[in-house]
């Protein structure tokens, strides 16, 4: 029961960070000449496709 909660919490955290790269991405369309943006979006998007990674970790460890 514990860990269906847990896994509950961490299904809504990846989406969470799913809807925040996609609107990233959304944000890097936009500003496509920006270089400098660029490089700050995508500077922020492995941050969040880095910690995305961990909670798809977590979720598998959770749902073995």
Do not use: H
């Amino acid at each position: 029961p514990n860990a269906d909660k847990q896994i509950a919490k961490l299904e809504r955290e990846i989406a969470r960070y799913e809807g925040k790269i996609k609107e990233l991405e959304a944000v890097a369309e936009e500003n496509a000449t920006d270089y400098q943006k660029l490089m700050e979006i995508e500077e922020e998007k492995a941050q969040l496709d880095e910690k995305l990674m961990e909670l798809y970790e977590k979720w598998e460890e959770l749902n073995q």
